[in-house]
């Protein structure tokens, strides 16, 4: 066999790997840590009376081995205490980037550092980059938790705070009726569309840009419920929305929950646009035509608000300040 020829997959393989045995390592539950660092306590209480009672002429190569493991265990229990137990919870915490929706602000791969601490002394302002708990209709089925919650955490732009009314007119972003250069906002295409999860992507020029059809964008209401609401001139919240070029990315995608018969949407593209209630974000990819958020499952509570990312730490050719 020539493993030339399998040497692309498998680095991508290791890099999978080892980014996933990173993330798990991030992640663990602080139940397990803390059982973890009670066992190394343990057997440190009972290796260190052991040791300081060895007499010299009998401290041979196996009182080495347990003065060393002995060390070991005092650096892992304070790490583990430190890190795990103050710094994640109340500081920062590293995130891995899985998806380009953030393309390329951040690329698929990209290890950020997030802010953990700045949300507990204010809140997230439009713009900043955003770690959060998903709500449990924007993740598939095996995500979701014993408690009917999302497992996993997404990362977007805040576009919408308290207060502010955010409308998308053919793809250009107004806050409370004034439009809003999104410099950072890109459409792009996967630079290869046969792999299930595309991990590279270049910009769409802007001729063709110019040429797709757009979604529109409001936060309306729907009973006693503020939601998401897309339309364009042939449809709006449909699973399957048509588009003038079918070569086009779809315009809009919108979850089940908020899929509405044409007769219910049509009076809802003329009614006012919402502001986003109090208590609630909204939730935008830079990747615009390739990110599934606040358009198609509505608005974030504060309570699911995790972080802010500030930095690119890995690899260390992308290090940068994340903004």
Known sequence: MNFTLLAPFLSQVEANSARDTIDQIARTPLSDVLKVVVVMTVLRLILGPIIAKTPVHKRL????????????????????????????????????????????????????????????????????????????IAVTAENIGPDGQSKVDYIKRCVGVPGDVIELREGVLFRNGKKFDEAYRTYSECVDPSRSNCESFRSLPESTVAQMTKGNFKLVKRGDEVIPFNWTEFDANIASPMRR????????????????????????????????????YLM??????????GRAWGLVPRESIIGKSEAIWIPLSRWRVTR
């Open 61 to 136: 190569a196996g009182y080495k081995m347990a003065r060393f493991g002995n060390e070991a265990l005092d650096a892992l229990i304070y790490a583990g205490v430190f890190v795990f137990m103050l710094i994640r919870p109340f500081g920062v915490q590293a995130f891995v980037i899985p998806s380009g929706s953030m393309w390329p602000t951040l690329y698929v791969n990209d290890y950020i550092v997030a802010n953990k601490a700045i949300y507990r002394f204010s809140d997230p302002q439009a713009g900043d980059i955003v770690v959060f708990r998903p709500p449990a």
């Open 245 to 280: 070029n079918w070569a086009d990315s779809a315009p809009y995608v919108v979850a089940s929950k908020f899929q509405l018969e044409p007769d219910e949407a049509e009076p809802l593209k003329n009614a006012p646009a919402q502001a986003v209630p109090k208590g609630y």
């Open 284 to 293: 935008f990819g830079d990747n615009r035509n390739g990110s599934f958020d």
